[in-house]
Nanobody
Framework: VQLQASVGGLVQTGGSLRLSCAAS????????GAWFRQAPGKERLFVAA????????YYTDSVKGRFTISRDNAKNTVYLQMNSLKPEDTAVYYC?????????????????WGRGTQVTVSS
């Protein structure tokens, strides 16, 4: 599965941004989708994930209530709606996919990755 993330951007604190991740396969509905992020000098960390049908979502605590992950399987796309952005959200964001939800936040268990996209939140 090849994943292509949309271009990120520069937003002010409190602003919003939506990322999308398009998959190359029509069978993308067979995979869990997720977003990770990596700030400069730090490790890549889990942000959010979504089940194959979209019925279950998972979030890291720091984004709960601000970020929403969703998917449209007809378009083979996963989205990350980011609201109330903070400077600490600044990072390169990566979309990823895997076929199970065991240890959903463990990046080593994701087989497929898109190229990163920069999100910068100015203070």
């Amino acid at each position: 599965v090849q994943l292509q993330a949309s271009v990120g951007g520069l937003v002010q604190t409190g602003g919003s941004l939506r990322l999308s991740c398009a998959a190359s396969e029509r069978t993308f509905s067979n995979y869990y989708g997720a977003w990770f992020r990596q700030a400069p000098g730090k490790e890549r960390l889990f942000v959010a994930a979504i089940s194959k049908t979209g019925g279950r979502t998972y979030y890291t605590d720091s984004v709960k209530g601000r970020f929403t992950i969703s998917r449209d399987n007809a378009k083979n796309t996963v989205y990350l709606q980011m609201n109330s952005l903070k400077p600490e959200d600044t990072a390169v964001y990566y979309c990823a996919a895997r076929d199970s939800d065991f240890l959903i936040a463990d990046r080593s268990r994701y087989a497929y990755w898109g190229r990163g996209t920069q999100v910068t939140v100015s203070s």
